[in-house]
């Protein structure tokens, strides 16, 4: 291939589209920002955006708060991602990121967090997709039901402690993994297991009498 081909090359990469980034996996995304292209960074925010609002949320119980630690996220993420380690799984970054923005605000409370989950189901597996939390095909009266045991979720889980409920959301409603969890905490694979059993158990019992 000849010089003038290469730079050609080279040029088209500069104009790719925000849906050509879209398309591309997190790594591609991080090198694509790195080579000089900044609406790489675009697309990123467009990924996770939600994802970590959510899971902020969830933690912390107040979505305005919630909004304002996204975007500082984001600005940490942004300050740093010209030397994040590319061997590393950015998710997991972005995620310990969020997890500990949010420890710090509830470090920083005088009162406990609450509306941490949306909704539960009535036991537990060990794939590692998130819990679907509202079923399109499900009748009226179903829907009411499982809005009704959202409810009761918002008012029960608080009383778990922040380590358990971390993981729980991580695991249970984020979907993430095991290696993941342990790496997004800071806990060995036995400790991240061994709270999220716990906090299974703790949850199950104190929300049972009311779900009878």
Known sequence: MGTAAVKYGATQLQY???????????????????AGRSRAFDAIVDRYQSRLLNFIYRTVGDRERAEDLVQEV???????????DQSRKFSTWVYTIASNLAKNELRNRARNPIMLFQTMTAGWDDDERPLEFED???????????????SLVEQTVAQLPLHHREVFVLRELEGRSYEEIAEITHCNLGTVKSRLNRARSSFAEIIAPTLQ
């Not at 790719?16 to 790195?34: H, M, P, S």
């Not at 940490?76 to 994040?84: A, K």
């Not at 095909?137 to 009704?148: A, G, V």
């Open 16 to 34: 790719r589209t925000i849906d050509d980034l879209k398309r591309l996996d997190d790594g591609a995304l991080v090198a694509e920002y790195i």
């Open 136 to 150: 399109p095909l499900s009748r009226p009266d179903d829907l009411f039901r499982r809005r009704e045991v959202r």
């Open 74 to 84: 984001f600005i940490r993420v942004h300050r740093h991602l010209t030397r994040f």
